[in-house]
């Protein structure tokens, strides 16, 4: 079973959305599972504090390296295969990739920060990988956690009904998805393009991967050119020759 652990100072926010839908079904179903962890429950005075004024000075509060390594140790010792991974903004921005790299792993153990952020010696002595959500700042990482849980969790075998599988979606393979349409036929003086009421597969295939071609370029230059700079790539390889070629000789 694919298990995701989360730390956190706000274990009420889990499951949160994840109970219900999709995720919800998968996890009465047991083909996942959820539990997080309430870091108060590892300090040590009677306070239950966390957190900490951040060396140097400044503004805010520090989560404490002493406090987050007991929980984490707890949560997930040594032995543990599944990654640890810290919310951050200043994290590896989640992609697709790595969401179906998790999501075929075991599971994940998940550190939310809070306040300022975490103790920089506990994200080195316990290795954790930060991973961000997008160019923006939460007040916390449990929304972080949240989706990408989320993203893992509808991957799994079993989660996404067959027609709806991920497949085609955006990111895929490289493209971002086409445009959908559906009945009714006309709406508000505009009607589903022709092609897809045309019965004739073939067309539709590439209409869609022309519209998907054109969205990718239009709004996301940067997977446009990743997209192409692939694509040369498997151009290239496809007309490598298989066996090099001879060396001429002198005779
Ligand atoms: C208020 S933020 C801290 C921001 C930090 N001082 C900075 O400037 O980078 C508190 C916590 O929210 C989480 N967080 C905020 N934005 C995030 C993002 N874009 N992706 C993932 N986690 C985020 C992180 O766990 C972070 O430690």
């Known amino acids: 079973m694919w298990r995701a652990d989360v730390i956190t100072i706000f274990p009420e926010m889990f499951p949160g959305p994840l109970g219900a839908s999709l995720a919800g079904k998968a996890r009465a179903n047991g083909i996942w599972d959820l539990a997080a962890t309430d870091l108060r429950d590892f300090a040590t005075d009677r306070h239950r504090s966390v957190d900490d004024t951040?060396?140097?000075?400044?503004?805010?509060?520090?989560?404490?390296?002493?406090?987050?390594?007991?929980?984490?140790?707890?949560?997930?010792?040594?032995?543990?295969?599944?990654?640890?991974?810290?919310?951050?903004?200043?994290?590896?921005?989640?992609t697709q990739a790595r969401v179906r790299e998790l999501a075929a792993g075991p599971g994940v153990v998940i550190v939310c920060g809070r306040f300022e952020g975490v103790d920089e010696r506990v994200i080195a002595g316990r290795n954790l990988e930060e991973v961000s959500i997008g160019d923006?700042?939460?007040?916390?990482?449990?929304?972080?956690?949240?989706?990408?849980?989320?993203?893992?969790?509808?991957?799994?075998?079993?989660?996404?009904?067959?027609?709806?599988?991920?497949?085609?979606?955006?990111?895929?393979?490289?493209?971002?998805?086409?445009?959908?349409?559906?009945?009714?036929?006309?709406?508000?003086?505009?009607?589903?393009?022709?092609?897809?009421v045309s019965g004739d597969h073939g067309r539709v295939a590439a209409w869609r991967r022309a519209e998907a071609e054109r969205i990718t370029r239009e709004r996301r230059p940067d997977l446009w050119a990743k997209f192409r700079e692939a694509d040369l790539t498997r151009m290239a390889d496809a007309q490598a020759p298989a066996i090099p070629p001879k060396k001429a000789t002198d005779g």
Request: aromatic share 4%.
């Open 54 to 94: 951040p060396a140097g000075g400044g503004p805010g509060m520090v989560l404490r390296a002493d406090v987050l390594a007991r929980a984490i140790d707890a949560i997930a010792p040594e032995h543990d295969p599944r990654p640890r991974l810290l919310t951050s903004p200043r994290g590896k921005p989640l």
């Open 136 to 196: 923006y700042v939460l007040s916390g990482g449990e929304l972080a956690a949240l989706v990408l849980i989320d993203a893992c969790v509808r991957l799994l075998p079993g989660v996404m009904g067959k027609e709806a599988s991920g497949a085609e979606e955006s990111f895929s393979d490289g493209l971002l998805e086409y445009p959908h349409y559906t009945r009714p036929q006309l709406f508000e003086g505009r009607d589903i393009p022709p092609v897809l």
